[in-house]
């Protein structure tokens, strides 16, 4: 029943249009799937046959399906993350595909394909944009989620470090979020560092972990939140492309 559940939510979460200037919006909705994946070409198929589907083109989420690089101890292979521009377009969505021959097609396809490791809800409140229109295939990230025990006091601490000469520098997108449900996986809060390869990323990343401004929030950063979990990925395919 939770493979199917997931499956059907899924379905519900793709479409054929990127969201649009999400930066722009005070919060932005979304949802992300671990999966470990058998047959990567099945899954690959399965979405862009959704994505080109009557149904699939009436949606509105925007869809990046990526390899895992790195997860430590994590058997999934591949995650999905999908994003809304609001709570409202999210549900409305659910309902468009909710009982669609396209939906249940694609339900049946990655049902043989993949199995569910983790899925959660979450929102995306804080963006910093160095690089407009980042996206598709190639596009590497590195996300961590964590655990806030002082919320005033991280706040202020992201605030900062957002509004910092270091991120300003980064070569892609920093962006930041609460985790609303995920079940018995710990986290409260993500955030992902987005560049347009691989090396890019983790050259960038060192660069901005080296940085005055990471190390002024680093030194009392263990006194307000904890890190729970950290991944490296590669996009496969999004529905924008």
């Known amino acids: 029943m939770k493979k199917k559940a997931f499956l059907w939510c899924l379905a519900a979460m793709f479409s054929g249009t990127a969201l649009a200037d999400s930066h722009a919006q005070p919060t932005v ?3 992300y799937f671990a999966m470990e994946v058998s047959d990567p070409g099945a899954v690959v198929a399965a979405m ?4 080109g589907s009557a149904t699939g083109k009436k949606l509105t989420g925007n869809a990046t399906l990526s390899a895992v690089v790195a997860n430590g101890r994590e058997a999934a292979s591949h995650t999905v993350s999908v994003f809304y521009e609001s709570a409202a377009a999210m ?7 909710s009982g669609s021959n396209d939906a249940k097609e694609f339900v049946a396809a990655m049902s043989k394909a993949m199995t569910l490791e983790a899925e959660n809800v979450f929102t995306m409140t804080k963006m910093k944009i160095n690089a407009e229109g980042l996206g598709g295939a190639g596009t590497a990230n590195m996300l961590y989620g964590m655990t806030v025990t002082d919320r005033t006091r991280f706040n202020t601490a992201i605030n900062a470090i957002f509004e910092s000469k270091a991120a300003a520098a980064f070569p892609g997108n920093i962006l930041m979020g609460e985790i609303l449900a995920m079940g018995d996986t710990p986290g409260t809060h993500w955030v992902s560092f987005q560049s347009k390869d691989m090396a ?11 940085s005055a401004d990471f190390a002024r929030y680093a030194r009392y950063a263990s006194e307000f939140r904890n890190i729970e979990s950290c991944y490296i990925s590669s996009a496969v395919l999004d529905n924008s492309e």
Do not use: H, I, P, S
């Open 29 to 31: 909705y979304g949802r």
């Open 48 to 51: 862009q046959k959704y994505w």
């Open 91 to 97: 549900a409305a969505d659910m309902q468009t595909a």
């Open 200 to 210: 890019t990323l983790l050259n960038g990343v060192e660069a901005f972990m080296k």
